[in-house]
Structure formats: C-alpha cells, structure tokens
C-alpha cells in the first residue's frame, strides 16, 4: 500500500531542518520504503514542510515511519497529514 505523508513545518523552524536533514535522508535510504520524497517550498521557495510517498504494508507501519523520521524527532512538524494514496499516473 501506498501513503502520502504530508507535513508541514513550524514556523522559523529551518535551521531545525537544514540540522536534521542528513540524519533525515539516511533514514529514508536505511529503510527503503519511501518511493518518492521532497520539501514543500513556500512563495520564496524556502523549504517549509515534506511530502513523502511511503510503500508498506499496512497503516500501521506508515505511522511508525512516521515517528522515527528525525525530522518528527526533533519536532520540525506543526502538522502531519497522512492518507492512503492510490497511484495512478506515473
């Protein structure tokens, strides 16, 4: 199954994701279930947020992918949405 996980970041909270983001990416390399990944930008194209597409099994391990992403370890997120997502194109 697939998920779209989508978050956004608390506000002055960049210097939180530039300190984080190679613990970060290691862990999206370490697990290999994110499909797809970048930042949200905002109007000045800084980096504001994540949308992740995750490939597991189930809820279940989408959540607990979730919680052990530095980035929500060291409490970059104000919101995290996430949804089933059924791919279609691409």
């Excluded at 210097?15 to 990416?25: E, F, M, Q, S």
């Excluded at 697990?31 to 797809?36: A, H, I, N, Q, S």
């Excluded at 279940?60 to 089933?84: I, M, R």
Aim: proline letters at 3%; hydrophobic letters at 45%; a negative charge.
């Amino acid at each position: 199954m697939r998920f779209a996980l989508m978050c956004h970041d608390k506000p002055d909270h960049l210097a939180v994701r530039k300190g984080n983001r190679d613990a970060h990416l290691s862990y999206i390399a370490e697990t290999g279930v994110v499909e797809m990944a970048g930042p949200l930008l905002n109007k000045a194209g800084v980096m504001c947020g994540s949308l992740i597409i995750l490939e597991v099994n189930d809820q279940g391990e989408a959540e607990a992918w979730a919680s052990n992403d530095p980035y929500a370890k060291a409490g970059l997120f104000d919101t995290v949405t996430l949804k089933a997502w059924n791919k279609v194109i691409g």
